[in-house]
């Protein structure tokens, strides 16, 4: 079954924008984002850190663009972002049970749960 194009236009644009904001925070204001996360404060290492994430959080931004434009071509990317938004809820959740950081980190790595599962659909959907 074909998915519908404006769905996975709709679905994928939405993605990249959601990707791109979380980069562009990650990019340009680390600090005052591990700040309202609870996530404690800033040091030279994990400002870096914040700057990697951000980078890859923004490649995966330009790769959801890419899958909205042309889904045939670039299909193989929805498998890796749904995978590597798979990741996120163990990256956010293991810390969070293990007593490290607050709850807000795990309950926001829950939107790439569900983008995760819509990839997933799509991806099945469109065999």
Do not use: H
């Not at 680390?30 to 700040?35: L, P, V």
């Not at 193989?76 to 810390?95: C, D, Q, T």
């Amino acid at each position: 079954m074909q998915a519908d194009s404006s769905y996975t236009r709709l679905l994928f644009s939405f993605a990249a924008l959601f990707n791109l904001a979380v980069a562009l925070g990650l990019l340009t204001a680390s600090a005052q984002i591990g700040a309202l996360l609870n996530l404690g404060p800033a040091t030279a290492g994990s400002v870096v850190l914040s700057n990697l994430s951000g980078a890859f959080v923004g490649l995966f931004a330009y790769a959801y663009a890419r899958v909205a434009m042309d889904p045939q071509r670039y299909r193989v990317y929805v498998e890796l972002g749904a995978i590597g938004k798979m990741l996120v809820l163990p990256a956010a959740g293991i810390p969070w049970a293990m007593g490290y950081i607050g709850w807000e980190l795990p309950l926001l790595a829950c939107g790439d749960l569900l983008f995760a599962l819509l990839f997933w659909d799509w991806l099945r959907r469109t065999r």
